[in-house]
């Protein structure tokens, strides 16, 4: 039944005007965009592992005379909570959020304002070393998701400022 299904599906959606976000693929306008982009220093290690995630992402390197600027700002918080009786955390939480704005580098006008961010559990052990290693792969995995946030959020602005052909 769910092959018979699937070309029906393929029609309807065909008619409806939705289309490949990166569609042209490296030539195409989102492509091309999101090259333009240069990503401004991002303060702190975390702030390192983003700016890291958004240049592998965006390809910035080559680029001889960009049109954007990527400003972040970054909120790193690890906080307790499942607290045994003797008041020792045994669960943590680290949230990291990022406000972010695409810069247009001719006019200096600010083009895109927006927020990203995700948050990671971590279970506190009896070694301080593990824990510790906890936070730190957590921190990666955040940079990581927070880093592809923005560039989804960046590809959408690309493609709804796209000439159209």
Known sequence: MTRRLAPLLALSLAGCGLHPLYGGGASGAVAT???SVEVGPIEGQVGWLVRNNLVDRLSESGNAAPQYRL??????????????????????????????????LSTSNVVLDATAGSDAGIDVVNS??????AEQTAAERLADVVADQIVARLGIYAARTAPRP
Do not use: C, M, S, W
């Open 33 to 35: 965009t999101l090259r």
């Open 128 to 133: 301080e070393y593990a824990t510790v290693a």
């Open 71 to 104: 400003d972040v700002k970054l909120d790193d918080n690890i906080t307790g909570f499942g607290i045994r009786g003797d008041r020792a955390v045994t669960r943590e939480r680290r949230t990291l959020r990022a406000r972010y704005q695409l810069v247009n």
